[in-house]
């Protein structure tokens, strides 16, 4: 009896069949009644027979549908006594026998995929640098190859990544990740600083963006220690004052902002401790007499305001931490008249009893100008 040895007879495939030269009672298998069976995936159902080439069969050799996945692949290396379940077939030829295997693959169900972020978030369950998905797949003919897509941009809440695998039967599947944050840009932030007297009011904004803002921190240089950084702020606000400062000495203040994602937005902003004359502004122009005021110093029972334009004239000594100038006045046996040009003016603490003359140190000067 002729049959085919264990290793290469088996593994043989249709093609290497059906090239052959076939001797008489050969038998060749056909595939839904084509002469050409494939050596690869059947993605439909396939019904496999035999052509005897004239010979009579002696075992197998019946017509066997297949419509279920199926791979005999693996039964290549099997006992060759142990015949089914391939599909096989006998025939009888002149001087014996003849055996021939045919080992069909069928995929008739489809590949499955899933696909997420290949890492977790940077910071707080947000993204902020790409990221690529990662793909898992299985299918019953095995998987050939996978790509993935990499998010990186624009900032939004529900960003997604995908994945497309290919399976050894050449179908594809394609799957997207669930929604995920991402955010790679700095918050838009402006700020700002307003002196005081011996104080500074630092106020900040942030933009508009995906990620809200998570903290804000405020360092400040400046002082007698120029070099000397200090964290003055931190929180979630959106300012604060800053008070026991020098009056007339340059600070200089940092505002870093941190959204959820990680990304930080820096602004700097110079500022000096405004003199305590509170006003009218430095060199305002004016069409009117000003009210003049600053500070009020604790200690203070009165206070000496004078007025100079050229040489002084104005000396009073008012009560309260301000003075409505006039339109006319008298001083030291003269009548003023409040004429266009620009005026400097000083005011002085009064300590105790105006009688003793006792001063403080000046709280500050101002000027301005009228212009009619």
């Known amino acids: 009896?002729?049959?085919?040895?264990?290793?290469?007879?088996?593994?043989?495939?249709?093609?290497?069949?059906?090239?052959?030269?076939?001797?008489?009672?050969?038998?060749?298998?056909?595939?839904?009644?084509?002469?050409?069976?494939?050596?690869?995936?059947?993605?439909?159902?396939?019904?496999?027979?035999?052509?005897?080439?004239?010979?009579?069969?002696?075992?197998?050799?019946?017509?066997?549908?297949?419509?279920?996945?199926?791979?005999?692949?693996a039964l290549q290396n099997e006992p060759v006594a142990d015949l089914p379940p391939w599909t096989y077939c006998i025939t009888n030829v002149t001087g014996g026998s003849d055996t021939r295997f045919y080992f069909v693959q069928v995929e008739l169900s489809s590949p499955t995929a899933t696909v997420g972020p290949n890492r977790g978030p940077d910071s707080n369950g947000w993204y902020n640098h790409p990221v690529a998905g990662a793909v898992s797949a299985s299918s019953f003919s095995g998987i050939a190859s996978c790509t993935s897509t990499t998010y990186a941009g624009p900032a939004t809440a529900s960003a997604t990544v995908a994945g497309t695998c290919v399976d050894n039967a050449g179908k594809s599947v394609t799957a997207s990740s669930a929604p995920f944050a991402y955010d790679a840009t700095p918050p838009g932030l402006t700020a700002t600083a307003n002196p005081g007297d011996q104080s500074v009011?630092?106020?900040?904004?942030?933009?508009?963006?995906?990620?809200?803002?998570?903290?804000?921190?405020?360092?400040?240089s400046g002082g007698t220690k120029a070099a000397d950084v200090q964290t003055v702020y931190s929180g979630n606000g959106t300012g604060f004052s800053d008070r026991h400062l020098r009056n007339g000495v340059r600070y200089t203040y940092t505002v870093a902002a941190r959204d959820q994602a990680g990304n930080v937005a820096i602004q700097t902003v110079?500022?000096?401790?405004?003199?305590?004359?509170?006003?009218?502004?430095?060199?305002?122009?004016?069409?009117?007499?000003?009210?003049?005021?600053?500070?009020?110093?604790?200690?203070?029972?009165?206070y000496n305001v004078q007025l100079f334009r050229g040489g002084k004239v104005l000396s009073v000594w008012p009560t309260h931490a301000s003075l409505q100038l006039n339109r006319t006045w008298r001083f030291q046996g003269r009548r003023y008249r409040l004429k266009p040009g620009k005026y400097k003016w000083y005011v002085w603490p009064g300590l105790g009893r105006r009688k003793a003359g006792r001063y403080g140190d000046m709280i500050g000067s101002g000027t301005f100008v009228i212009v009619r």
């Open 1 to 73: 009896m002729k049959r085919l040895a264990l290793a290469v007879a088996l593994v043989a495939v249709a093609v290497s069949l059906m090239s052959a030269s076939v001797a008489w009672g050969d038998p060749s298998p056909l595939c839904n009644g084509q002469a050409n069976c494939s050596t690869g995936w059947y993605t439909s159902p396939v019904t496999v027979s035999w052509n005897l080439d004239g010979g009579t069969n002696a075992g197998g050799c019946a017509t066997q549908a297949y419509t279920q996945d199926t791979n005999q692949t």
């Open 270 to 302: 110079n500022v000096t401790p405004n003199a305590r004359v509170l006003s009218p502004a430095a060199n305002a122009r004016l069409t009117a007499p000003p009210m003049l005021s600053w500070t009020a110093a604790p200690s203070a029972t009165y």
């Open 201 to 220: 009011a630092v106020s900040w904004q942030a933009g508009a963006d995906v990620a809200p803002i998570a903290s804000v921190q405020v360092t400040r």
